[in-house]
């Protein structure tokens, strides 16, 4: 029995209307869109995604769950606020083939994995930190400022005698963090896994990342006498740059190396307190007056450029002054 479709007339080999007729039905299936209030991340197929338009991101989304691939996806209304643990209806325009679709949809508000965890006592690992100053700790600040875009953050921070112990997030990162502090301003980290505890959901032990940075215990400007040499410290990084007083030649060397000689031997390496005097002699020899028993006292690193009564910095030893 020949079929016809009732509006154009035309032949059919089954169903109602024709190709041309029939009607426009959009298949869509689409759960709550799920937004974090923090750092804009969507959940996307299973996992939080970071996204540079929240908008673009929305619209990806219908488009992944609307099945027509010819689909071109506008939102209707704007989200005007991210209150977290609040529901949000709207409404997306569909359009396939000119024919244009209402689709509703509920984007939830809420807090993603990573921006749930900060401001509580969660923690993976502890940076401790040893040696710090006030100097040291503008460095180190702004390298923590620096893990934020990685969910890495300082949920808690312990003073100790000798430095501090920040309770981070996530532990993967923390080795990255100790280099990159060592790189500004030098020291030495070692690396200790703990046993934290005991998941019985996954019959797996969690472990906990303990990073231990020595930072080193002088700064610019300091004057050592290492390896026999009398040394001023000019830079800190992953390699120290020190500057030979007698020789101005460059010394260069790692935290490594220091810790291991005063180990070793902890007389080879003495600090030296800088002191102000005055140039007293330029002939035969520049001497300088001694600021405790104001006697005069050999200049063993002579500067043609200094004349009398000028102010300099120095340390002393047996054989006389040495300008810093």
């Given at each position: 029995?020949?079929?016809?479709?009732?509006k154009?007339?035309?032949?059919?080999?089954?169903?109602?209307?024709c190709?041309?007729?029939k009607?426009?039905?959009?298949?869509?299936?689409?759960?709550?869109?799920?937004i974090?209030?923090?750092?804009?991340k969507?959940?996307?197929?299973?996992?939080?995604k970071?996204?540079?338009?929240?908008?673009?991101?929305?619209?990806?989304e219908?488009?992944?769950k609307?099945?027509?691939?010819n689909?071109?996806?506008?939102?209707?209304?704007?989200?005007d606020?991210?209150?977290?643990?609040?529901?949000?209806?709207?409404?997306?325009?569909v359009?396939?083939?000119e024919?244009v679709?209402?689709?509703?949809?509920?984007?939830?508000?809420?807090?993603?994995r990573d921006c749930?965890k900060?401001?509580?006592?969660?923690?993976e690992?502890i940076?401790?930190?040893?040696n710090?100053?006030?100097?040291?700790?503008?460095?180190?600040?702004?390298?923590?400022?620096?893990?934020?875009?990685?969910?890495?953050?300082?949920n808690k921070?312990?003073?100790q005698?000798n430095?501090?112990?920040?309770?981070?997030?996530?532990?993967?990162?923390?080795?990255?963090?100790?280099q990159r502090?060592?790189?500004?301003?030098?020291g030495?980290?070692t690396?200790?896994?703990?046993?934290?505890?005991?998941?019985?959901?996954?019959s797996k032990?969690?472990?906990?990342?303990?990073?231990?940075?020595?930072?080193?215990?002088?700064?610019?400007?300091?004057?050592?006498?290492?390896?026999?040499?009398?040394?001023?410290?000019?830079?800190?990084?992953k390699?120290?740059?020190?500057r030979?007083l007698?020789?101005?030649?460059?010394?260069?060397?790692?935290?490594?190396?220091?810790?291991?000689?005063?180990?070793?031997?902890?007389?080879?390496i003495k600090?030296?307190?800088?002191?102000?005097t005055?140039i007293?002699?330029?002939?035969?020899?520049?001497?300088?007056?001694?600021?405790?028993?104001?006697?005069?006292?050999k200049?063993?690193?002579e500067?043609s450029?200094?004349k009398?009564d000028?102010?300099?910095?120095?340390?002393?030893?047996?054989?006389?002054?040495?300008?810093?």
């Amino acid at each position: 029995m020949a079929r016809f479709c009732p509006k154009c007339g035309k032949s059919i080999i089954k169903g109602v209307f024709c190709e041309d007729c029939k009607p426009h039905v959009i298949d869509y299936k689409i759960s709550n869109i799920k937004i974090c209030c923090v750092c804009k991340k969507i959940f996307s197929h299973g996992s939080w995604k970071r996204v540079n338009n929240l908008d673009g991101a929305i619209i990806k989304e219908i488009k992944s769950k609307v099945k027509q691939k010819n689909a071109e996806v506008n939102l209707i209304g704007e989200l005007d606020e991210l209150k977290p643990g609040t529901n949000h209806e709207f409404k997306a325009e569909v359009v396939i083939d000119e024919v244009v679709h209402e689709i509703p949809f509920v984007i939830e508000v809420t807090y993603c994995r990573d921006c749930s965890k900060k401001g509580t006592e969660y923690f993976e690992g502890i940076l401790q930190i040893r040696n710090n100053t006030p100097e040291f700790d503008k460095v180190i600040n702004k390298e923590l400022g620096k893990e934020e875009k990685y969910n890495n953050v300082a949920n808690k921070k312990v003073t100790q005698p000798n430095g501090i112990d920040l309770y981070m997030t996530k532990k993967k990162r923390i080795p990255k963090l100790a280099q990159r502090i060592v790189e500004k301003i030098g020291g030495l980290y070692t690396l200790n896994s703990q046993l934290f505890t005991h998941d019985h959901l996954t019959s797996k032990d969690v472990y906990r990342l303990n990073v231990l940075l020595e930072l080193p215990n002088f700064n610019i400007g300091d004057v050592f006498c290492f390896k026999k040499k009398y040394i001023k410290i000019e830079k800190l990084s992953k390699n120290i740059n020190a500057r030979n007083l007698l020789t101005k030649k460059k010394v260069v060397f790692t935290y490594a190396e220091y810790k291991k000689i005063k180990e070793k031997d902890s007389d080879s390496i003495k600090k030296f307190d800088v002191k102000q005097t005055t140039i007293i002699r330029l002939r035969p020899n520049q001497e300088v007056l001694h600021p405790e028993n104001y006697q005069p006292v050999k200049v063993l690193n002579e500067n043609s450029e200094l004349k009398e009564d000028d102010k300099v910095s120095v340390i002393l030893i047996d054989k006389g002054a040495i300008i810093v």
